[in-house]
């Protein structure tokens, strides 16, 4: 017997799907502090929306933990690379230090030729330039040394996930 909630997963191609969660980790990468911890079912888009989650916990009750500063950066794998995820970051003052699902050159921004007054077509454009514009905006970002620094110690973090695995059974 499984647990009817947990959902078939598969953590790369030719391995088998097993019934899973997924774990998340929000770390403080200088001081390798676990600050978030959490478990969710296995669907596509909930490492992001799990961070989004734990990073609005921690914006809400950072002074009730006594943490000197908010949050400033957020680093990840390419699976935090969507366009809408670099959006939610931007839209609360943290800059995305995640490799995009898009390319590397910056992108047009888009225009159209009729204006609309259809509500709903107007929100889809909007937010399809809000992402444009923050794709563009990381591009900007990945240039920068700070950049660079903070790929180098998103590591720290794997370490913590293998020890977990390793030493806790997670």
């Given at each position: ?109 888009p225009a159209w030729r009729r204006r609309t007054f259809n509500l709903e077509q107007k ?20 240039q920068t040394a700070g950049y660079q620094i903070s790929r180098k110690l998103r590591i ?7 020890e977990g695995k390793n030493q806790h059974g997670l």
């Open positions: 017997p499984t647990d009817p909630d947990a959902r078939l997963y598969r953590k790369g191609n030719h391995r088998e799907a097993r019934p899973s969660y997924l774990a998340h980790d929000l770390i403080d990468t200088k001081s390798r502090v676990i600050l978030r911890r959490q478990a969710s079912p296995a669907t596509g888009s909930a490492e992001r929306d799990t961070a989004l989650e734990m990073l609005d916990e921690i914006l809400e009750t950072k002074d009730e933990w006594g943490l000197p500063h908010r949050p400033q950066i957020l680093t990840g794998d390419t699976g935090y690379g969507a366009g809408r995820f670099v959006t939610a970051l931007i839209e609360r003052d943290i800059k995305p230090h995640v490799p995009l699902l898009a390319g590397e050159a910056k992108e047009a921004l929100r889809a454009r909007d937010q399809k330039l809000k992402e444009a514009q923050a794709r563009n905006r990381v591009r900007d970002i990945q720290r973090s794997e370490h913590l996930f293998a």
